[in-house]
Antibody
């Protein structure tokens, strides 16, 4: 069974850089995309970006200038950096696996499983 | 960007009820919709992918349907453990896979 365990700093000051890492257990990084999604307090879900084991990435256009996702295949983990954070970046950050597969002859993707989530608070 | 609008935003129901949650996209997304369940303090869990395919291990009382712009998640007979918030997600428009705002299902 695939399990994702994430860690990183939970309290940042404005303008600092958010840095989170997600360790993958029970699977290698091959053949999937590895994803970061966040949820502001009491709000819905926002896709940040993802990466595959070769380093191909996709980013939410609204965050592309500040977000960076990287992968470390030797450690079987992937990471998120988000620069110049502000209070608007306060959220629970989830790592997750994105599966890309053919369904009925067409390529689809979905997110499963997810990490436990980390609350990152940005406050002066 | 493709926007996903869920209705209702919240819903009260009884154990044993049949419940339907709707998700509408701002453009044709064929069957590129996934559904997730989130309980308080937990990460979301995948229920349905590609509009109508039940994820392994998910009880058969859950089902998804729809295509184009209108999609539904149905719970045929609510169980106590089903009270949660449900999200739809479009997976058509890469790289921005937007989610609906959520439907909170309460006892």
């Amino acid at each position: 069974q695939v399990r994702l365990q994430q860690w990183g700093a939970g309290l940042l000051k404005p303008s600092e850089t958010l840095s989170l890492t997600c360790g993958v257990h029970g699977a290698t990084l091959n053949s999937h995309y590895w994803t970061w999604i966040r949820q502001a307090p009491g709000q819905g879900l926002e896709w940040i970006g993802d990466i595959d084991d070769t380093g191909n990435t996709h980013y939410n256009p609204a965050l592309r200038s500040r977000a960076s996702v990287s992968v470390d295949t030797s450690a079987n983990q992937f990471s998120l950096r988000l620069t110049s954070v502000s209070a608007a970046d306060t959220a629970v950050y989830f790592c997750a696996r994105s599966t890309y597969s053919f369904v009925g002859g067409s390529p689809h993707n979905w997110v499963d499983p997810w990490g436990q989530g980390i609350l990152v608070t940005v406050s002066a | 960007d493709i926007q996903m609008t869920q209705s209702p935003s919240s819903l009260s129901a009884f154990v044993g009820d049949r419940v339907t949650i709707t998700c509408r996209a701002t453009q044709n997304i064929y069957n590129y919709v996934n559904w997730y369940q989130q309980k308080p303090g937990q990460a979301p869990k995948l229920l349905v992918y590609a509009a109508s395919n039940l994820q392994s291990g998910v009880p058969s009382r859950f089902s998804g349907s729809g295509s184009g712009t209108d999609f539904t998640l149905t719970i045929s007979s609510l169980q106590r453990e089903d009270f949660a918030t449900y999200y739809c997600q479009q997976s058509y428009s890469t790289p921005l896979y937007t989610f609906g705002q959520g439907t909170k299902l309460e006892i």
